[in-house]
């Protein structure tokens, strides 16, 4: 078992910050991509940024620029620093990764969700 757990959400007003991070635990050989997706009300799940293990980032096009996703290996803990947040960008965010296992099996996990609210 893989457990992700994210912290970092909050209310924040238009144009502010926020950093997301995400921890892995669990029985983990490996951890290949790790990612970003949020889910707003009433809205499908979408991907927001994408990281390999050697550091190649992915974003979507509604947050180039703004946002930046990072990883620490030693840690297994993704970020995603979130800034100029618009009203847009409210949504609760999943952290997700994919890896093998220690009983070399495959994951592929998700955190909980933690809210962003973009609000004045």
């Known amino acids: 078992q893989v457990q992700l757990v994210e912290s970092g959400g909050g209310l924040v007003q238009p144009g502010g910050s926020l950093r997301l991070s995400c921890a892995a635990s669990g029985n983990i050989f490996s951890i290949n991509a790790m990612g970003w997706y949020r889910q707003a009300p009433g809205k499908q799940r979408e991907l927001v940024a994408t990281?390999?293990?050697?550091?190649?980032?992915d974003y979507a096009n509604s947050v180039k620029g703004r946002f930046t996703i990072s990883r620490d290996n030693g840690k297994n803990t993704v970020y995603l620093q979130m800034n100029s947040l618009k009203p847009e960008d409210t949504a609760v965010y999943y952290c997700n990764a994919g890896g093998v296992q220690t009983t070399a099996t495959s994951f592929r996990s998700w955190g909980q969700g933690t809210q962003v609210t973009v609000s004045s």
């Open positions: 990281i390999t293990s050697r550091g190649t980032a």
